[in-house]
Structure formats: C-alpha cells, structure tokens
C-alpha cells in the first residue's frame, strides 16, 4: 500500500530564510508525488509534482523539490521564505489502482518577521 | 475563471437536517472527486466519478451520505440525517482524461457546519 510521512506539523522560519518542508512516501511502483498548499479557509492549489524525467521540479511561487528515489523522498524547498507563504502544506502521492490522492497530514509554515 | 467551482462556500445547518453541495469541474475533464478534511487534517477521500460513473466510495461515505454526476458534468453531495461529526470541508477535484495518474485540480470546498 502506498503512504505519505510528513515530518513535522508546524515548521517556523524567519522572514527570508530557507524553507524546508519534509515528505517521505512508500510506493510499491514508480510514484508520482504532488505538493499543495492551503491558505486558511481555502481550496488546494497545485504547487508542483513529480511524474517522470527530471528529478528536481520547479513550481511556483519559487518552490522545487527534488524527487530521491534512494531516500524515498520529495522535499519542498524555497530558498528565502516570505510572510505570503504562510500556509499549510502538503505532500501526496496518486494511487496506483483508483487514482485517488493519498496524503500526508500536512505541515502548517509559520513565517517569523 | 475555467477553474473548478464549488457551492455554496458554506453552509450552517441543524442536526437532523439533509444537505447538498454541487461541483462544476473544468469543463474537458472527465475525472471527479471527492474528499472530505476536517480541521488540522488532510484531505480523506469520499468518492470519484469518471464521466457518469461512480467508480469507487470509501468506507467513510455511510449511507447517509450519496453523490451524483448524472450528465457526467456536475456532481452533487448530499448527506441526509447530518450530524455534528459530519462537519468538515468538503473538496471536489477534477482531473483530465490523459493517462491514468493525472494531476488533480481542486476546487475552493464547501465548508459545513452542524449544529
């Protein structure tokens, strides 16, 4: 069965420093992994995912994650973090046989001014 | 605004009462989804459609609750009976008809409140 690890519930970072959120996932086949972010009281936005060819994705609002097959993992990253990120985010993997989402519990950023 | 839309945003209703929320996905896309996400939690999923059909429900889709997308458009949710534990966001995802892993959109959610 496949899963997701958040590491994590709360992260805080000071304004401008590196963000790094922590995804691990366990996947019987090649995964394709997704980061949303939620902003309080909204939907899920599509931040960036990971389905074949380039290991290191660039998505928006200057995130990437690098795709570690050996580490089963797929850290988000943002190099100087701002007040706008603020959010909860998180990591998920599509399922292999009904295509559905499978979450992590989600890792809420803090930004420290 | 081409995005998935979600109505109403939100919805106070009493114990007892019977409730139903509608989802418009993208238009081409074929895929529908439902999850549910309570407050610190992440999305749990309900139920999909892909056109017309109602391909899978979770064990947490109790018999109170059903779905539709008849005309393979728009879903409705409805949950009968409601109680204070159904209380939660409710999310609609669409997908395209591309290969078997699509990439999921997510509309704004429903969030419903019982009393």
Known sequence: ?113 | DTGVSQNPRHKITKRGQNVTFRCDPISEHNRLYWYRQTLGQGPEFLTYFQNEAQLEKSRLLSDRFSAERPKGSFSTLEIQRTEQGDSAMYLCASSSPQGNRETQYFGPGTRLLVL
Not at chain 1, 21 to 48: A, D, I, K, M
Not at chain 1, 57 to 77: P, Q, R, W
Not at chain 1, 87 to 94: G, K, P, S
Request: glycine share 8%; with cysteine; aromatic share 12%.
């Open chain 1, 1 to 113: 069965a496949q899963s997701v690890t958040q590491l994590g519930s709360h992260v805080s970072v000071s304004e401008g420093a590196l963000v790094l959120l922590r995804c691990n996932y366990s996947s019987s086949v090649p995964p394709y992994l997704f980061w949303y972010v939620q902003y309080p009281n909204q939907g899920l936005q599509l931040l960036l995912k990971y389905t074949t060819g380039a290991t290191l994705v660039k998505g928006i609002n200057g995130f990437e994650a690098e795709f570690k097959k050996s580490e089963t993992s797929f850290h988000l990253t943002k190099p100087s973090a701002h007040m706008s990120d603020a959010a909860e985010y998180f990591c998920a993997v599509i399922s292999d046989s009904n295509y559905q989402l499978i979450w992590g519990a989600g890792t809420k950023l803090i930004i420290k001014p």
